[in-house]
């Protein structure tokens, strides 16, 4: 028996070498659409050049195609067949996995790829592959929450490329420590890295490199709210990636200018980009920006009052941001989820979820999430009628906005504390939020970047309204103007109905309006 399996094996293996040579011959020009047929025959055929030869192109020609899995498949199948002293080979495969891990969010996994291609650097000695690994790590790091330490990996492996001329890996430290400074509030550190990236990818004619940087510097203004200068960083990112045909590229920069017109208040557009971005997350097959995109409809979702939508996009995005194991998007999604549930009545929901989103803004050391997790914290224990708990949250919003050097997005929490104080009868101290409101609308009446800025807008003209100050007109004013440009700019009229109506402040704003 044993030696009858071994002649039907021998035979088999023959039979796949004859297939491999005859297809190899048959298919001449059109060699690159067959290459998964040759790697299978040749695997089959035991042919260990050609087998990984054609199973690494199959590999690429999937990549290139945005078949995440089956590139994954074929590269580790090929991995097989490579000789143990190629470590050039193995390295370059590895690397070829971690980037699909990365795509497809498969955090563990990741992390046992980025293991084995620290061994490798280690045994090749290689100063650009040292860099390039630390540099792996400290996204890892990163995508887990812990941006103080992937700046400090970043900082290292940028400093190592830089020395071995490794540029591709120093371009790419200069974009983590971009992203783990803005994280963190350090908004100076953060646009000082970018640049230095901008400068060197010009130097190199690094064009994707210079996009991406790009990108990364328009997130940090829109952390800065800032959206005008994120604009500007955004369309210049967004040409650059077409002339490149990077669709991963295009599809973060849409996403990015979805968010952008949500602040503006231009929904339809905002809605408009996330679709355009979702589609080509999905062509691309990537978990992480078929994520973000969740969120960010759920959040225009909400802006326009469709609560329930919202939620319901919250929630899928905070699945697959645990899926992941993606830190940054988690705490935003709990933070969302706050939002849309606490304009659905829960309020008890909607502190659970904003104290969840605390904790893992606070563990993250990501000071800006900080702050929108204690803002929306001080509205659900405010819905929920603890006044005195949400006085707290709203002070150490507004501490954190002040230590940002956030003044717009300050009124927010400003505005909850002038409420609380005219709810608790100290109109004095109303008026003190209140004037310190004023100034900054006197610099911008949008409010442009604020989550509800209709919201601030109606804290200040009741205030003003209860101590019969003169500017309450004004005020009201402003914002009947703001929210009938943004309903004029909402074309399904059943959609703007349910914005004028199911927004709680919009709807009162229009009542008060309507009684004048």
């Known amino acids: 028996d044993v030696a009858y399996n071994m002649q039907l094996q021998t035979r088999r293996q023959q039979s796949h070498a004859l297939a491999f040579e005859a297809l190899k011959n048959l298919f001449g020009g059109e060699i690159h659409r067959h290459y998964g047929e040759l790697a299978y025959h040749a695997e089959q055929a035991a042919l260990t050049a050609d087998a990984c030869r054609y199973l690494t192109l199959a590999g690429d020609a999937a990549r290139d195609e945005y078949q995440n899995t089956q590139a994954l498949d074929y590269y580790r199948r090929a991995l097989a067949f490579l000789p143990q002293t190629d470590l050039n080979g193995h390295y370059s495969l590895h690397r070829e996995c971690e980037k699909i891990l990365t ?200 802006l326009l009052g469709d609560y329930q939508k919202a939620r319901e996009y919250a929630e899928r995005n905070l699945l697959i941001a645990r899926e992941i194991g993606d830190r940054y998007y988690e705490t935003f999604s709990l933070i969302n989820l706050s939002s849309h549930v606490g304009a659905l009545g829960e309020s008890t929901m909607a502190v659970e979820y904003a104290e969840q989103g605390l904790s893992l803004a606070r563990q993250s050391n990501d000071r800006n999430a900080e702050a929108w997790a204690l803002t929306y914290l001080g509205h659900g224990l405010f819905e929920s009628g603890m006044a005195d708990q949400a006085l707290k949250a709203y002070r150490d919003a507004l501490t954190v906005r002040d230590e940002l050097n956030q003044p ?75 929210l009938n440009t943004r309903a004029n700019g909402i074309s399904d009229p059943s959609a703007r109905q349910v914005f004028l109506e199911n927004v709680t402040y919009n709807r009162e704003i229009l009542a008060i309006w309507e009684k004048r």
């Open 103 to 302: 795509e497809l969010g498969r955090h563990d996994d990741r992390t046992r790829e980025i293991e084995s291609l620290q061994t490798l650097a280690n045994t090749m000695g290689d100063s650009g592959n040292l860099a390039e690994v630390m540099l792996l790590k400290s996204r890892l790091v990163s995508s887990n929450g812990n941006y103080e330490k992937s700046a400090e990996l970043a900082d290292q492996a940028n400093k190592l490329a830089l020395e071995a001329g490794y540029y591709d890996a120093a371009s790419g430290a200069y974009q983590s420590l971009l992203d783990a400074y803005y994280q963190q509030g350090m908004y100076k550190e953060a646009i000082e890295h970018g640049e230095a990236g901008i400068t060197l990818a010009r130097k190199q004619n690094a064009i994707q490199d210079e996009a991406f940087i790009l990108n990364r510097l328009g997130l940090a203004f829109l952390e800065m709210k800032n959206p005008s200068t994120a604009l500007a960083y955004f369309e210049q990112s967004l040409s650059l990636f077409r002339v490149e045909d990077n669709l991963r590229g295009i599809a973060r920069v849409l996403a990015n200018l979805g968010m952008i017109a949500g602040y503006q208040g231009n929904y339809n557009t905002a809605l408009d980009y996330c679709e355009q971005s979702l589609q080509l997350a999905h062509e691309i097959g990537s978990r992480k920006g078929e994520g973000l995109l969740l969120g960010n409809m759920g959040w225009i979702s909400g």
């Open 408 to 482: 717009a997005l300050a009124t927010e929490p400003s505005a909850g504390l002038a409420r609380i104080a005219l709810m608790q009868g100290d109109q004095a101290s109303a008026q003190v939020y209140v004037d310190t409101i004023l100034a900054q609308l006197e610099q911008d009446s949008t409010l442009e970047g604020t989550d509800q800025p209709l919201r601030v807008y109606l804290s200040c003209y009741l205030v003003l309204s209860a101590t019969k100050d003169q500017r309450a007109e004004g005020i009201l004013n402003t914002a009947y103007d703001i």
